[in-house]
């Protein structure tokens, strides 16, 4: 008896063996190596992130709260060695989970069976069906039958139509085959189509296989990743030996497009903070990703990583010295050192020309030596034991500073020079829960002054001597413009490491969130937009004709354009801004601007206009009409710039196709049109044939009243007007998050040329 109980277990054991050694060598050969789990997390926290060899990504889970909905649910078997991954709760065995949207799966294969006597001995014809919204991927699959005397079908249902497709594949005499050919010779292939959701075989014969029994009696049918299978004349028996292949399944959430998933906030599932959303090209519903620059998985609320370039030399392109930004990273020059850092541009250059070197150096250390005698002098013996403030206070340009300042002494408005220990007092010791918004260049926070006025301070990440001439630029020229349109600088402080602006606290954020966040835009109202266009024309056309000495922002861009409670444009970010002396038109400098905004005449010659500004407020007029960014990777090549996109839809007259919902739904047509028209003269090529910023707030000023009076004549106004599709446009773009008025966030969106011959 128990004799007899060791010999059942024996024979179970070999069994067993024997299963498990020959499935494991087929999915060994048909998976590949099994996919290491990446150095992120992927599941919920307390979930399993792995079974056996498959990771578990969220929105897949084993468990009620580790996956999304019911049909990411993922029975991990653990009675395998390794433990097995199954779809649902079914057999359908589960080899690789990838974030991108696909997954592997092993489905059996159908095969047909003759004896001599052409008589069927053994037949199978497998199926499949999916759950809800997975699909079978087209590019990556086909349908594969192995036989000489056969043809199959493989049939089902995609979209809610039925669908069939097949082959033959036939040979006389087993040297007609050829290693590797999948052609009609004992072995074809064909695709299958899109969308596919429901797969069955069928396997038949022309002559019950009475000619080429001697060497061949069964027929095989599978659809099959394609690079796991290669036909060989060998497999014409040995497939036999094999249950299943592996094939590839799309996935992606819900069965709706991006936009309607983003109208229910509580079901979307793009949860990252900077996740983005996109349409497959094969099946339904939407899938995440995570933007260039972070690594992670989208569908998990913080699942987006900022990937740190600096920390691998191959992410970036830094010569000297690297600086890990969100989404992107900085280069930087040691001291000593200029050039833009980058090795594929000017890298880090010690100093001039050695004779310019030797000339200019020698005379700028003769009054820097002076001047910081003079100066340390006086402040030694001022005050000892504040050395260390006033170390940064010269790093930060404070003399240049206060020189220019007492030249401007007789202006009433002059900025304050706030202590250190007043801006920590501000700011709680600048505290996280007080930071407002964050950028490539640093942060801001909001802070309380003791008279209790609500202010926002600016904080610069890194110390670069080229900011801090940006720096004492943006102050001097803020500190000469008054202009209930423009940001107001109420005073800076140099004692810190980093310097720190000050500014009226502008409660509403930035005109980019405003235009580009879904649920924001929708109650931007067309009257709204306008007097917003109208508001910022005025502060620009101020700036170039009124101000005492004529200024050309240079970085006009929505992002800049912050909004109080009235929703009242406030102008910000001078850092870039230049004086023109009144004698001169045009100046030469380095061409500085974010991509999307910058002029292109001005890229190409150097020379900075006012026409400039006009070029960059087009685009912000065309961001206003159509709700669509400057500048976006996730639309098609042509619509990337929208400048250029916008340009083509008015000369196709397509222009309200693209027009935001608000616009179309409340603005007058033939006021619409003419802003439009505003917009595209705005965007001529040519800087002479732009309007000047004076002529563009005329226009719209005139336009806000309704007042008769115009520049641009509209010639081709009211065609096109009936067809008022309000049908989506399919290329939403997920909001970006929290954008400060303080410089770019990534490379991509940065660029400084360096101009002819140097400085
Ligand atoms: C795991 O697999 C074994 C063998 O196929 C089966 O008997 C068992 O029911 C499975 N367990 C679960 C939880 O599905
Ligand atoms: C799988 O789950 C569904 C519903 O959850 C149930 O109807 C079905 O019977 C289950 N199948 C098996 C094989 O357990
Ligand atoms: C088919 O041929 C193989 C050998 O080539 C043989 O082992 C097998 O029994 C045959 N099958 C049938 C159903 O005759
Ligand atoms: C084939 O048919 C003959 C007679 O018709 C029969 O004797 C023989 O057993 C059959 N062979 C098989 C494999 O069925
Ligand atoms: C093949 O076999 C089927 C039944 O098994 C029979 O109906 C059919 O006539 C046969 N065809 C040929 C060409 O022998
Ligand atoms: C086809 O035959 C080749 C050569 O024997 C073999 O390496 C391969 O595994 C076979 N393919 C399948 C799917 O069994
Ligand atoms: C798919 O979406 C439509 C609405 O777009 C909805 O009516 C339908 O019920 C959805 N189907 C499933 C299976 O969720
Ligand atoms: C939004 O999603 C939640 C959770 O999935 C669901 O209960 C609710 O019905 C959805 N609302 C709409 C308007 O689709
Ligand atoms: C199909 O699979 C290939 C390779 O795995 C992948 O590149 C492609 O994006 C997939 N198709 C879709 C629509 O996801
Ligand atoms: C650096 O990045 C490259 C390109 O993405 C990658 O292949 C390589 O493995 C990375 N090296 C390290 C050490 O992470």
């Avoid at 057999?91 to 095969?111: K, N, P, V, W, Y």
């Avoid at 396997?203 to 095989?220: P, Q």
């Avoid at 004692?495 to 405003?514: A, R």
Wanted: neutral net charge; contains cysteine; aromatic residues 10%.
């Amino acid at each position: 008896m128990i004799m007899g109980f060791h010999v059942l277990q024996i024979i179970l054991l070999t069994v067993a063996l024997t299963s498990s050694s020959s499935s494991s060598s087929s999915s060994s050969s048909s998976s590949a190596a099994a996919t290491p789990p990446p150095n992120f997390p992927i599941a919920k926290p307390n979930c399993l992130n792995r079974c056996g060899n498959v990771n578990i990504p969220f929105p897949f889970g084993t468990t009620d709260d580790c996956y999304e909905s019911e049909n990411f649910f993922i029975t991990c078997n653990q009675t395998f060695n390794p433990p097995k991954a199954f779809l649902k709760n079914s057999s359908i065995e589960i080899t690789d989970i990838s974030l991108d949207g696909q997954l592997r799966l092993l489905q059996f294969i159908a095969h047909d069976c003759y004896n001599r006597n052409r008589t069927r001995v053994s037949y199978s014809d497998p199926w499949i069906y999916l759950p809800v919204f997975f699909t079978v991927n087209n590019t990556a699959n086909k349908f594969t039958i192995v036989g000489c005397d056969t043809y199959g079908f493989v049939s089902g249902r995609r979209l809610n139509r039925n669908y069939q497709t097949g082959c033959t594949a036939m040979c006389d005499a087993e040297d007609d085959l050829a290693e590797g050919s999948c052609t009609g010779l004992g072995c074809c292939q064909t695709s299958i189509p899109k969308e596919v959701w429901r797969v069955e075989l069928t396997l038949k014969s022309y002559e019950n296989y009475s000619y080429v029994w001697g060497f061949n009696n069964c027929s095989y049918g599978f659809v099959v990743e394609e690079s796991a299978f290669t036909f060989s004349p060998k497999n014409l028996t040995n497939l036999r030996n094999v249950e299943r292949l592996p094939m590839v399944i799309d996935w992606a959430i819900g069965n709706g497009s991006c936009k309607e998933a983003q109208m229910n906030s509580s079901s979307y599932a793009c949860r990252s903070v900077n996740s983005k959303c996109y349409k497959p090209s094969n099946g339904y519903g939407y899938r995440c990703y995570c933007p260039e620059g972070y690594q992670g998985n989208p569908y998990l609320v913080h699942g987006c990583k900022d990937i740190d370039e600096c920390q691998n030399s191959s992410l970036n392109i830094c010569e000297k010295k690297c600086v890990n930004t969100a989404g992107g990273f900085q280069c930087v020059c040691p001291k000593g050192y200029h050039g833009d850092g980058r090795r594929d541009g000017r890298g880090c250059i010690r100093g001039e020309s050695l004779a310019y070197k030797l000339a200019a150096g020698f005379a700028l250390g003769v009054i820097i030596l002076l001047l910081a005698a003079c100066w340390l002098h006086l402040e030694l013996r001022r005050r000892r034991q504040n050395k260390m403030k006033q170390k940064f206070f010269v790093q930060n340009g404070g003399i240049l500073l206060q020189e220019k300042l007492i030249r401007r002494e007789r202006s009433s408005d002059t900025a304050k020079i706030f202590s250190s220990s007043e801006l920590q007092k501000a700011t709680d010791n600048f505290n996280n829960s007080m930071i407002i918004g964050q950028g490539g260049y640093g942060t801001v926070y909001k802070g309380l002054l003791p008279d209790n006025r609500i202010v926002a301070i600016k904080k610069s990440k890194v110390v670069d001597p080229n900011q801090i001439e940006q720096f004492v630029n943006e102050v001097i020229i803020l500190s000469q413009v008054n202009h209930r349109n423009v940001v107001k600088l109420l005073g800076c402080c140099l004692e810190t490491q980093v310097p720190l602006l000050v500014y009226e606290f502008i409660s509403n954020g930035t005109l980019f969130e405003h235009v580009h966040n879904k649920a924001k835009a929708r109650s931007l109202s067309w009257e709204t937009r306008l007097k917003i266009a109208t508001e910022t024309a005025g502060v620009l056309s101020y700036l170039h004709s009124s101000a005492s000495t004529p200024i050309i922002h240079r970085d006009v861009k929505s992002a800049n354009i912050l909004l109080d409670h009235t929703f009242t444009a406030k102008v910000s970010d001078f850092g870039a801004s230049k004086l023109v002396p009144l004698d001169q038109t045009q100046l030469s400098t380095m061409v500085q601007g974010t991509f999307g905004y910058l002029d292109p005449e001005y890229m190409q010659t150097n020379q900075l206009t006012e026409k400039s500004d006009v070029y960059s407020f087009g685009v912000v007029l065309v961001e206003l009409l159509t709700g669509m960014k400057a500048l976006s990777y996730d639309r098609p090549e042509e619509e990337r710039n929208l400048a250029n996109f916008f340009l083509s839809v008015m000369k196709q007259e397509r222009l309200f196709q693209i027009l935001e919902d608000n616009v179309v739904r409340e603005g007058n047509k033939e006021r619409v049109m003419k802003v439009a028209v505003l917009a595209k003269s705005c965007l001529n090529v040519r800087g002479d044939d732009r309007p000047s910023m004076k002529e563009v707030a005329m226009e719209l000023e005139g336009l806000k009243v309704g007042a008769k009076h115009s520049w641009v004549q509209t010639e081709n106004s009211a065609q096109d007007m009936e067809s008022l599709l309000s049908e989506g446009f399919s290329g939403y773009i997920n909001g970006a998050g929290y954008s400060t008025s303080i410089g770019f966030d990534s490379l991509r969106d940065q660029i400084i040329l360096p101009v002819d011959g140097g400085r």
